[in-house]
Nanobody
């Protein structure tokens, strides 16, 4: 599967952005999907994940209540709606396909593509 994240940009604190991740290749709807982010000088970290049927979602504590992950299997796309953005949300955001194991761990995912930069100004 090939994944391409988009929708990033520059936004003021308190603003919103909606990221999209388009998938191509193997059947998208059979897999859970996740969003991760990597800030400069930091390790890539878990943000959110959604099951293949969209019945289950999980979030990092740092984004809970502000971010919402969703998916449209008819369009092979997963979304991350980000509200009430903070400067500490500044990072490159990546989407990936869940394969197995701990849903919060990078090694449980594959299909990493190019990320999209999100910059939140104070």
């Amino acid at each position: 599967v090939q994944l391409q994240a988009s929708g990033g940009g520059l936004v003021q604190a308190g603003g919103s952005l909606r990221l999209s991740c388009a998938a191509s290749g193997r059947i998208f709807s059979n897999f859970g999907m996740g969003w991760f982010r990597q800030a400069p000088g930091k390790e890539r970290e878990f943000v959110a994940t959604i099951s293949w049927s969209a019945t289950s979602t999980y979030y990092a504590d740092s984004v809970k209540g502000r971010f919402t992950i969703s998916r449209d299997n008819s369009k092979n796309t997963v979304f991350l709606q980000m509200n009430a953005l903070k400067p500490e949300d500044t990072a490159v955001y990546y989407c990936a396909r869940y394969r197995s194991g701990d849903i919060y761990t990078l090694r449980s995912y594959d299909g990493w593509g190019q990320g999209t930069q999100v910059t939140v100004s104070s």
